[in-house]
């Protein structure tokens, strides 16, 4: 065997290997990426199906109370109260009379929802949102801020006015402090405000309704939102 023979059959041999370590390569890249787009898939359904089932039981549970309570429920799983003028006096953060018998009726039926044990890893936050219109309270020089406080002082006063009810201080110590870990306050000011249609004015362009723009929000947001979110970013990058 000639030194040109014995040379090009170890040469195909180490290219033979080389394609075969490709192949591995190449099917293990593919394997890799069904497996992340099933689990997409999965975080995506969970995502779809965790909504649903809160919506659907959030509408049932309170079927007898929009109207009368002027509530509103959104796909997005907040809970609006639309009627500022049973909420608070202008300008005022004390939670009226009024106000406080709805809470008093709502919050148990509500508790009666988000407690199950089913969506126990499922909830990630529960956000009580206070929102104002753009009209100016004459504190500061910033009325956006000067609303940001008036806002956050009432849902502060709606988060403390529950933590007192008979519905949370009856709650096992375990649910308890769930509930604690879930629950936080918001004051949004006037960056969220509403036009008569009730969309988002930053979006739809239109003109302020200041009386549908002062309004408490219950906002649930779901730990597959937060993986969805995740999911996204990676899919930009």
């Known amino acids: 065997m000639s030194k040109k023979e014995s040379f090009w059959i170890p040469y195909a041999d180490l290219m033979t290997v080389l394609m075969v370590i490709f192949l591995f390569i190449s099917l293990s890249y593919m394997g890799l990426v ?44 907040s809970i609006k109260f639309t009627n500022p003028n049973v909420l608070f006096q202008s300008g005022k953060s004390d939670i009226t009379p009024i106000f406080q018998d709805i809470l008093k009726d709502f919050f148990p039926k509500y508790l009666a929802v988000i407690m199950q044990d089913k969506y126990k ?40 006015f529950l933590r007192v009810l008979p519905s949370y201080q009856s709650l096992p110590a375990e649910k308890e402090q769930l509930l604690q870990f879930w629950l936080t306050a918001n004051g949004l000011s006037f960056g969220r405000t509403l036009d008569s249609n009730k969309e988002l004015t930053f979006i739809s362009k239109s003109k302020i309704d200041k009386v549908k723009s002062r309004r408490v929000e219950f906002r649930i947001v779901t730990t597959s939102e937060i993986l969805v979110q995740k999911v996204i970013e990676q899919l930009n990058q």
């Open 34 to 77: 069904q497996f992340q787009k099933k689990q997409q898939d999965k975080i995506f359904e969970e995502y779809k199906q965790t909504k649903e089932n809160l919506y659907d039981e959030l509408k049932e549970i309170f079927r007898n109370d929009f109207k009368r309570w002027d509530l509103e429920l959104d796909k997005d799983l």
């Open 121 to 160: 890893d499922k909830i990630a936050e529960i956000r009580i949102e206070g929102h104002t219109d753009d009209v100016p309270i004459n504190k500061t020089n910033d009325p956006y801020i000067d609303n940001v406080q008036l806002s956050q002082d009432r849902s502060r006063n709606v988060l403390a």
